[in-house]
């Protein structure tokens, strides 16, 4: 089965700086790669997702990166706020009509500094 | 409003009980989950469900049963608690790439304790 790998698994950058969270997958067949974001108590949200036809998308502040050769995915966070703290999960899922199961990384817990 | 809704919210119950942890999701999604998720911590899939009466076991390994008897309703059985079921568990629906392919929505969680 596919294997998610995260790194790092803590994170503090100061306000205002980028912060950038690296995965990766063990399936060369994944081909949907999502983020999500996890507050404190609350509920995991979609915050931006790749598909393995695409190396690159952006949301404003937020961007990921895929490199299908080595297999790894990356989330970049660009002039941070404190409200981009919170615990975000990478995943890996191969997409395929009726099978969207995903397997999540072990998060990132990313502390913004005022 | 849309949403998906998770019973109860927190439980604390002895050794041995049985319990069933409730998801409902308005959604009209087809496809539901159910995670465990320690606080903050990885996110692991114990049952998953494409439609009523289709149901299959995760990656991780569960001591609980699932149902899907209507399409808004999912819930999770456990036969007899033990402490080392204490976790919190996440219910989610997809749509399955009609709208919004593939984005999986969560409830708010049950946070059990065994004690």
């Known amino acids: 089965g596919e294997n998610v790998e995260q790194h790092p698994s803590t994170l503090s950058v100061q306000e205002g700086d980028s912060a950038v969270i690296k995965c990766t997958y063990s399936?060369?067949?994944?081909?949907?790669f999502p983020w999500y974001k996890q507050e404190l108590g609350k509920r995991p949200q979609l915050i931006i997702d790749i598909r393995s036809n695409v190396g690159e998308k952006k949301d404003q502040r937020i961007a990921v990166t895929l490199n299908k050769t080595a297999k790894h995915f990356s989330l970049h966070i660009t002039e941070t706020q404190p409200e981009d703290s919170a615990v975000y999960f990478c995943a890996a899922s191969l997409s395929n009509f009726g099978n969207e199961k995903l397997t999540f990384g072990t998060g990132t817990r990313l502390t913004i500094i005022p | 409003e849309a949403d998906i809704y998770q019973t109860p919210r927190y439980l604390v119950i002895g050794t041995g009980k049985k319990i069933t942890l409730e998801c409902s999701q308005t959604?009209?999604?087809?496809?539901m989950y159910w995670y465990q998720q320690d606080p903050g911590m990885e996110l692991h899939l114990i049952h998953y469900s494409y439609g009523v009466n289709s149901t299959e076991k995760g990656d991780l390994s569960s001591e609980s049963t699932v149902s899907r008897i209507r399409t808004e309703h999912f819930p999770l059985t456990l036969e007899s608690a033990r402490p080392s079921h204490t976790s919190q568990y996440l219910c989610?629906?997809?749509?399955?790439?009609?709208?919004?392919?593939?984005?999986?929505?969560f409830g708010p969680g049950t946070r059990l304790t065994v004690t």
């Open positions: 989610a629906s997809s749509d399955g790439g009609r709208f919004s392919p593939y984005e999986q929505y």
């Open positions: 399936d060369s067949a994944s081909n949907y």
């Open positions: 959604m009209g999604h087809d496809k």
